[in-house]
């Protein structure tokens, strides 16, 4: 079924198509009286809507069912990503969303040829959140991952029962091929009885600086390799989060 | 540093770049005499090589060193995919060989909506065989996954010592958590001690007909899901790649 999210609570009996699910739903799914799609609000549960009323610029649906599916990681996962050049953030923040991450951070790497400089910001923001929205729908989540931007990989900072670690090529490299489980590991046990969270850095094209790498490292990320084959900026946070739901979700 | 492969093997002292190789190294990477590049021989072994002449149109290098490096999944593992449209052929053949695939082959699915007749096939399969070769290349491997089409999902067949697995979106949707673990759980087992094969089916955008995963489950294959989200067509292969890979290669 369709699914959309909705920013506000359902109040009334009788829901009013906002412009946005309309022109979606009415006019490219081309629904009708009597369909149905689902409404997620922002408590997180699935409201399933009908249709009552389909009418030129203006579309009514009753809420008939609602129930609460569990589509978030175990653990509350973000991951940073540097800037790297073209549509890879684009895709970067969809596949992201359909495998599980709560949060997207993009920042300037020491080895970025991409920026976003002020103006142009903000417009990628916009259009990546967009993004996100649509990922979100299509994967049947029930949240939406916030995209943000860091200008400095510095402000990052580690909050309380949030582990950290970096994908590092020459991680990968000398063969390193411990972290990344023993991490999971205690992610999986801490995950069982407390809320716990995880931060993912990777860098951009052409990778993190090895001074960045120090600076993570003392702020207590962990480096870890990710498998035996060097994954572009773009591949590497997708093999993290699947990596992560495989470890955490199925079992 | 830059890998290209060559088909042959080096039986002089003097290497000339073929065309494809004089293009890339020398018209595009500016490559001077003194500089080095890996070159994969059919042996996978990874000879390194050092340009002794650069002329316009003639390039000539000398192998100073060579080794042998370990890119390939600990089961050789075949992607199938159902056709979809637009590039999605093109994004999963660049991934999957990043995530280590070592053959992919598509299909025409019941819901396929995308065709690949006789003529656009062949050009079809030449297009996707370098985006295999160039992603192989920048990935670091030692070998380059084989593309084919498959006219038909019942001329599929395990071989021995091969397992056969389904990512199936209704598997998931029943919260089937644990069919993958123990897969990889008897892959990882087994593959310690034998030479141990994967091949895993994906559905084309719409799924798989449920007369088509019967087909596949009475010839063996198991179905599984792919975690708590629904997953894009093209995503599923490389979330699959991902978990061996992190399942396999990292403890």
Known sequence: MQRYFYDEMLTSEQFELPKEIYKHAIVVMRMRSGDKFELVTPDENVNVMELVTVEKNLAI????DSFIQMTNLPVKTTIVCGLSKGDKADFIVQKA???????????KGTYSVAKWDDKKRAKK?????KIALAAAE???????????????LENLKLASAQYGMVAYEEAAKTGETTNLAKLFEQLKKESATKPVALMAIFGPEGGLAPAEV?????????????????LRAETAPLYLLSALSFALELR
Do not use: M, N
């Open 97 to 107: 969303t359909e495998l599980g991450a709560d949060e997207i951070i993009f920042f």
């Open 61 to 64: 649906a009753k809420k008939v």
């Open 138 to 152: 299509q994967s049947h989540r029930t949240t939406v991952p916030a995209i943000s931007y860091c200008d400095k």
């Open 125 to 129: 923001l916009a259009r990546l959140a």
């Open 214 to 230: 120090q600076l993570l490292t003392q702020k207590g990320f962990v480096t870890a390799g990710l498998g035996s084959r060097i």
